[in-house]
């Protein structure tokens, strides 16, 4: 199993960026996927998140500005962020799951696999 994530970048704040994960080794629909984030100094956070069913959920802090999507015909998950604040500089994960989660999908425990994360700053 491996994640590659790309698409990191510098913004200004209200820009936007999109996150790319690609997947090898397995199906990205037959796992839970999400997309955790992790600033200087803080604990690593889940952002959004999408189980086998279509369950998505997101952060709070995110709802409204980020989708996550996937493309089972290039086994990727995706991660569009819209209206940028600063305070969504972190480096951004990837991650996958076997298990079927529903009420744990942002729980940082639930997930197995783990990219190599991708840098997103933003500027005010």
């Known amino acids: 199993v491996q994640l590659v994530e790309s698409g990191g970048g510098s913004e200004q704040s209200g820009g936007s960026l999109r996150l790319s994960c690609a997947a090898s080794?397995?199906?990205?629909?037959?796992?839970?996927m999400a997309w955790f984030r992790q600033a200087p100094g803080e604990e690593r956070e889940g952002v959004a998140a999408?189980?086998?069913?279509?369950?998505?959920q997101y952060a709070d802090s995110v709802q409204g500005r980020f989708t996550i999507s996937l493309d089972s015909d290039k086994n990727t998950v995706s991660l569009q962020m819209n209206t940028l604040k600063p305070e969504d500089t972190a480096m951004y994960y990837c991650?996958?799951?076997?298990?079927?989660?529903?009420?744990?999908?942002?729980?940082?425990?639930?997930?197995?696999?783990w990219g190599q994360g991708t840098r997103v700053t933003v500027s005010s």
């Open positions: 991650a996958a799951s076997r298990g079927m989660w529903t009420k744990f999908l942002l729980r940082e425990r639930s997930y197995t696999f």
């Open positions: 080794g397995f199906s990205v629909s037959a796992y839970s």
């Open positions: 999408i189980n086998r069913d279509g369950l998505i």
